[in-house]
C-alpha cells in the first residue's frame, strides 16, 4: 500500500514539474512573440502581462452588468428593464419593494395618469379586435393581440430559438414575424399566426436573378398560417444598409431556404431596386396583396418625413384601396443583428420622436381607419407598450424582449457564431443549452403578462382596455425635469378633448 501511494506522490510530482515546465515554456514564446511583433504598442513594451489588457476588456462585456453597473444605467437594456422580461417570462413575481429606484426627472421619460376612480375588475373588457385589411383584400387579418413577436431571420437566429419562439406565440394567440430569412418549417410548426417579411434580398420569394417571383409569394401565401406581408424598407439597427449574415452561419438549410450559396456572407442590398418613388412603393404593394390576397403593409424607421407626405397624395390620387394596410414603425435604437457602429448609434429617429410623428401624420391625411400602425423598437416592458398605445400604436411588436424570454443574457454575441445561450448560433454545443419545450412556455408567459400588466395601467387610468389609451392618459417629462402633458404633441382630435 505504502509502494502505491509512494509510486503515486512521484508520479503527481512528475506532472507537476511537467506542467511547471510547460507554462514557463509558453511564457517564453509568448514573450518572443510579444516583443518581435509591431501592431501592438502594449504588448511590445509590456509583453506577456500586456496581454491582459485584452482580456480584461473583451471579459468586461459579460461581467460588467453583474458587478459594476447600476440597476438602471446599463445600454442598451438596463438590469431593471431585463429583470422584469424574466420574472414575466417564468411567471414569477414581478413585484418591487420599498419604493421606485426610477428617477422621476429624466428627459422623455414616460408617467401614466392614475383617477380617481379606477376601473374595477368586473368592468374591465378585453382588448378590441384589430382590423387588417379588412374590405381592400381577398383575405383580411383580425387579431385581438398588441404585443406580437417582431422580425428576426432564421439564420440569424437558431432552430432551437425559432421553435420556442413559434410555440410560444402560437400559445400566446400572438403573431410572429418570420424577418427576412424566409419562411422555414420551424415557423410553421408552432401553427400559429405568422406575418411574412419580404426584405430587399427577396429570401424565399426570389427566382434565379433574385429578383420577386409572383409564384413563390403564391406558394408562400398558400399557408394558412402566414396571415400578412411586411415588406422591410429599413431596420432600426441599420436604416439605409442591407441586412448582414455571417458566412459561418449559412448552413445548408439556410441556404435552400434562402436560395443563396452555402457558406458565403448573405448581405442584402440596401434598398429595394424596383423601389425608386412613393409610387413604386405603392405599386409593389398592390402587386403583393392581389397575388397573394392577404394584407401588406411596409417596415421602416423614420429620418427625413418628406416622403410621408408625398405617400399621403399618391394615396388620395388612387384611392384608400391604393394604401398599405399597415406600416410598421422601426426605431433607431432597434436591431438584434450586426450593423456598422456609425448607422447604429447615430442613424433615424428614436421611436419617442417618430411614432408622434407618424401618428399625427395619419391623423392629418384621414388615414387612421384605413392604415394600422405597428411600432418596434426597445418596446419591452409595459410601461413602454402602454406608452406606444396612448400615442395611438395599434400594436406593437418586439424581437429583443422575446430574446429574453428566450434566456439571452446579453452577451453583445449576435453578429457571431458564439451566442452563449443558444439563440443567435448554429453551434450544435451551444444550441443544446435551449430546450424548446421550456423557453416556448416563457416566450407564451412573457406575452400574456406583458399585455395583463398594460391592461393594469389601462385600468389605473380609469379606461375600461388598453385599447382606450389616449394622449391624455400620460405626461411626458421635459428638458427642466418636468412633467408636461403628452397631449400637447397631438392635434385636438386626438386628445380626447373634442
Known sequence: MSSWAFRALELSAALFVFLIGSLMLLVLVLYVRDVTQTR???????????????????????????????????MPFNRAQRSWVYRAAKDLDATVAFGSTR??????????????????????????????????????????????????????????AVRALSLGAAEAGVWLNTGEGG???????????????????????????????????KAV???????????K?????????????????????????????????????????????????LDLIQRIREVTGKPVGFKAVLGSTEWLDSLASAIQARGLAS????????????????????????????IRRSLPLLIDWRERHGLAERVRVVVSGKLINPSDVAWALCVGADAVASARGFMFALGCIQALQCNKNSCPTGITTHDPKLQKGLVVTDKSHRVAQYARNLMHEVGVIAHSCGVKGPHELRPRHAMIIDDHGLPVPLARQFPPKMTGQD
Not at 373588457?125 to 383575405?139: K, L, S, Y
Not at 394604401?323 to 428614436?350: E, K, N, V, Y
Request: net charge negative; charged share 20%; hydrophobic share 35%.
Open 40 to 74: 501592438q504598442a502594449i504588448r511590445r513594451n509590456y509583453p506577456v502581462v500586456g496581454r491582459f489588457r485584452y482580456w480584461f476588456e473583451h471579459m468586461g462585456e459579460f461581467f460588467r452588468q453583474y458587478f459594476f453597473a447600476q440597476d438602471r444605467e446599463e
Open 103 to 160: 428617477p422621476l426627472n429624466q428627459p422623455g421619460d414616460i408617467i401614466f395618469l392614475n383617477c380617481l376612480l379606477p376601473t374595477l375588475k368586473e368592468d374591465a373588457v378585453a382588448p378590441e379586435p384589430i382590423h387588417f385589411g379588412q374590405g381592400h383584400c381577398r383575405t383580411p387579418y383580425t387579431t385581438t393581440s398588441f404585443f406580437n413577436v417582431s422580425g428576426m431571420s432564421f439564420g440569424a437566429l437558431s432552430v432551437p
Open 183 to 217: 419562411l422555414s418549417p420551424y415557423h410553421l410548426e408552432g401553427g400559429g399566426d405568422i406575418v411574412f417579411q419580404i426584405g430587399t434580398a427577396k429570401y424565399g420569394v426570389r427566382d434565379a436573378q433574385g429578383r420577386l417571383s409572383d409564384e413563390r409569394l
Open 221 to 231: 401565401a398558400e399557408h394558412p398560417e402566414v396571415k400578412m406581408f411586411e415588406l
Open 233 to 281: 424598407l429599413s431596420q432600426g439597427a441599420k436604416p439605409g444598409k442591407g441586412g448582414i449574415l455571417p458566412g459561418e452561419k449559412v448552413t445548408e438549410e439556410i441556404a435552400q431556404i434562402r436560395g443563396i450559396p452555402v457558406g458565403q456572407d448573405s448581405i442584402s442590398p440596401n434598398g429595394h431596386p424596383e423601389i425608386r418613388s412613393v409610387e413604386d412603393l
Open 323 to 350: 394604401a398599405p394596410d399597415f406600416i410598421t414603425l422601426d426605431s433607431a435604437d432597434g436591431g438584434t443583428g450586426a450593423a456598422p457602429q456609425s448607422l447604429m448609434d447615430f442613424m433615424g429617429l428614436p
